[in-house]
């Protein structure tokens, strides 16, 4: 799934409203609190709404296991090394700033770590206390939205 950098992905778009992405989507297999909805698409989609239902952030999970992950600009994003991915990002030209659980980047995303995985799911010779951060998901909202 390619991510559009601050508007969010094609099945749904920061300030589409609940029903748009619906009638696209499908209802959420987790509607979860009033202002958040879980998807059921491949990779998993998570909205966050606005008190007017209208979408404030596109958050896309990894899918991990070979199955399809997130991609922005030829570079693949979810479910590969953290550093990596800021790395080939970097190479590219974006600029980049770290957060709290990861690094927000200038065209309008961030990449994250909840530290779920560990580096041993992605590399089987890994040390048990191997700390690189898997990227297990992306955020989708306008670059300013990330500032802390």
Do not use: N
Not at 113 to 139: F, I, N, T, Y
């Amino acid at each position: 799934m390619e991510i559009i950098p601050g508007e969010g992905v094609t099945l749904a778009k920061v300030g589409e409203s609940r029903d748009e992405v619906e009638r696209r989507v499908g209802s959420p297999v987790h509607p979860g609190r009033a202002s958040r909805a879980v998807y059921d698409t491949s990779p998993g989609l998570v909205l966050t709404y606005t008190e007017d239902d209208a979408v404030e952030v596109v958050e896309i999970a990894y899918s991990g296991d070979g199955r399809e992950e997130v991609f922005f600009d030829g570079v693949q994003l979810t479910y590969r090394f953290l550093d990596d991915v800021v790395a080939d990002l970097a190479a590219k030209g974006y600029g980049y700033e770290p957060i709290d659980i990861g690094y927000r980047v200038e065209p309008g995303f961030a990449i994250w770590s909840m530290g779920s995985r560990w580096a041993r799911d992605l590399d089987p010779d890994a040390a048990e206390d191997d700390p690189r951060q898997v990227c297990e998901g992306v955020s989708v909202a306008p670059y300013d939205y990330f500032r802390p």
